[in-house]
C-alpha cells in the first residue's frame, strides 16, 4: 500500500530540526508523497528547498496563510506570487492560502484576509494550479468567491463538520476535501467521511500541529496516515488497499504530478 499526505508544513520551525527524520519516517510508513504547504515567503522559498532535497518525495504549495496577512512586510504577497511563477515546473500548488473569521476576530483584519486571497486565486487561474483552501468558519463564504475563477482543481483541506450540508455541493463541483488523525477519534469527522465519495477524499496531517484521541502527545508525522486510511476503511467498510489505491489515484489525478516511486518497484513510473 501506498500512502499520501497532502498537507504537511515541513518548514514549520516546530520541524526545523527534525525533517530528516520526519521524512525517513514517511518513508518507513510507506508514505510516498508529501505536499509541504507554505504560510509566508520564508516558508515559500523552505519549501522549495526541501522539494529540491527530497525529489518524487517532497512538493512544494506555495502561498501566504491567513494567520500571516498582518506580519506580512510590503512586497511579500508579490514575491511569494514571484516565486510561483518562476518555479512554476516545481510548484505543485497554491497554498495555504484561504480565509479564517476566528482569526478575524482576534484582529487579522478580514479585509486584509480576503485581498491576500483573491490575490492567490488569480495567481492560480493564472498559472493553472490547484489551490488547498484554509476555511475554518468561512466554508460557505469561499464557496461564493470561487466560481468567479477559472480554477482547474480546489481542495478544501481539514473540511469541518461544521459545513457539512455544503458537501453535496463540493461533490458536484468536484472539489476534494482533506481529513487527517481526527479520522480515528473524531466523530463529526467520520459523519464527512461517510458521506464523501471516497474519489473526492485525499489524507494530510497537517502536521506539526499535534492531535488528541489516541495521539495525544506526540509529534505528528506521516505515520499517523496508514492509521487515517484504516479508519476510513472502516467507516466506508471496504478493504484499506482499496482505500489506499483510490486515495492515490486521486493524489495524481489532483495535484498532476509523475514520478512518483513505489518502494518496492522503484523503477515504476506513476502518470496521471
Ligand atoms: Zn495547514
Not at 499535534?210 to 496508514?226: A, D, Y
Amino acid at each position: 500500500m501506498k500512502f499520501v499526505d497532502v498537507h504537511i508544513h515541513l518548514s514549520d520551525p516546530d520541524y526545523s530540526q527534525k525533517v530528516s527524520e520526519i521524512v525517513d519516517d514517511a518513508r518507513r510508513s510507506n508514505v510516498v508523497a508529501l505536499v509541504s504547504n507554505s504560510m509566508n515567503l520564508q516558508t515559500s522559498l523552505l519549501c522549495l528547498q526541501l522539494a529540491e532535497e527530497y525529489p518524487n518525495l517532497v512538493y512544494a504549495a506555495l502561498g501566504v496563510h491567513p494567520w500571516n496577512v498582518k506580519s506580512l512586510s510590503p512586497n511579500e504577497t508579490q514575491d511569494v506570487i514571484n516565486l510561483i511563477f518562476q518555479h512554476k515546473e516545481k510548484v505543485v500548488a497554491v497554498g495555504e492560502i484561504g480565509l479564517d473569521y476566528q482569526y478575524a476576530r482576534s484582529g487579522k483584519s478580514l479585509d486584509l484576509q480576503l485581498q491576500v486571497f483573491h490575490e492567490m486565486l488569480r495567481t492560480a487561474e493564472k498559472i493553472s494550479l490547484p489551490v488547498i483552501i484554509h476555511s475554518r468558519e468561512t466554508a460557505p463564504k469561499i464557496m461564493s468567491l470561487l466560481p468567479s475563477y477559472d480554477l482547474k482543481k480546489v481542495l478544501f483541506h481539514w473540511f469541518s463538520s461544521k459545513f457539512i450540508g455544503l458537501l453535496s455541493q463540493i461533490v458536484d463541483r468536484r472539489y476534494y476535501i482533506t481529513e487527517g488523525p481526527p479520522a480515528v477519534y473524531s466523530s463529526g469527522i467520520r459523519e464527512i467521511i461517510r458521506r464523501i465519495p471516497l474519489t473526492n477524499l485525499l489524507t494530510e496531517t497537517d502536521g506539526p500541529l499535534r492531535f488528541g484521541g489516541p495521539f495525544k502527545g506526540e509529534m505528528t508525522t506521516p505515520s499517523f496516515i496508514p492509521l487515517v486510511v484504516k479508519a476510513i476503511a472502516q467507516i466506508k467498510d471496504m478493504k484499506e488497499t482499496e482505500v489506499a489505491d483510490q486515495i492515490f489515484q486521486n493524489f495524481t489525478d489532483f495535484f498532476g504530478v509523475k514520478g512518483v516511486s513505489d518502494k518496492r518497484h522503484e523503477e515504476t513510473t506513476i502518470g496521471i
